[in-house]
């Protein structure tokens, strides 16, 4: 078995309730105990998403007990500027922590409420762990980090936002962009400076769940690619053994 496209857009469609997960993926978020009690994410909306991810690593052979996906199996990190951040997905193998993620998601009807919020909370979880790493908190492989990301699709995320006339003009590359822009440039950002080892971005709807990629760089195919590169290279050194 693989992690399919197919895999991705019903899990894009749970996500929203739209349809119920596939009778193999119940089994992998069995596995992995994701839709447990104790469960990370409120309203366990990224349940799917986590199994998802998981099925990656199950089926390259990791043991269902180094897949974390609830809070009741530790997803804390440690950090350089605070003690330990908590992650929602993290495979962490014979003291390797051989991939983490962020997932998380921006909804209407007033998308600027959070928008300044998840970009601070990604590029600090990235540079709190990246530090970490130099202080050698992480001494065997160098980690890998993954942001998975669902812009709710509507007509406020899609329309132009303006930006306020501060002490200093912005990045002429703002102007004229809508949330949905915004956000596909900042995740471009994220990978430029290898904040994050990959990143997908996806937009959708309870509507019209199919996720869209508005940029190519970000979708659902290079993503994959990269967590199989990820697992291809540890492979290679003999993890898991």
């Not at 992650?87 to 998601?105: G, I, R, S, T």
């Not at 007509?155 to 200093?168: F, H, I, M």
């Not at 995740?187 to 959708?204: G, I, K």
């Amino acid at each position: 078995m693989t992690v399919t496209r197919q895999d991705f857009e019903d899990a894009i469609a749970a996500y929203w309730g739209a349809k119920q997960l596939q009778n193999e993926q119940s089994v992998i978020r069995d596995a992995v105990g994701a839709g447990t009690a104790g469960s990370v994410r409120g309203g366990k909306h990224f349940d799917v998403i986590a199994a998802l991810l998981a099925k990656f690593f199950l089926e390259a052979g990791y043991p269902a007990e180094s897949i974390r996906v609830t809070k009741s199996q530790g997803l804390e990190l440690p950090g350089y500027y605070r003690p330990q951040k908590q992650w929602d997905v993290v495979v962490v193998h014979e003291n390797v922590l051989v991939a983490a993620f962020e997932l998380k998601a921006l909804g209407g009807p007033s998308y600027g409420n959070n928008y300044n919020n998840r970009v601070e909370e990604a590029v600090g979880s990235a540079v709190d762990l990246r530090r970490a790493v130099l202080a050698e908190l992480y001494p065997k492989e160098k980690p890998w980090l993954g942001y998975f990301f669902i812009m709710q699709d509507g007509e406020r995320s899609r329309k132009p936002v303006k930006t306020a006339k501060g002490a200093l003009p912005v990045d002429d590359i703002w102007h004229g962009t809508s949330y949905q822009d915004r956000f596909g440039i900042f995740c471009e950002r994220l990978m430029t400076e290898q904040l994050y080892d990959a990143a997908c971005y996806v937009t959708s709807s309870a509507e019209d769940p199919k996720p869209i990629e508005l940029v190519e760089s970000l979708d659902w195919r290079h993503f994959s690619a990269a967590i199989n590169a990820r697992l291809t290279y540890l492979k290679d050194l003999g993890i898991p053994g």
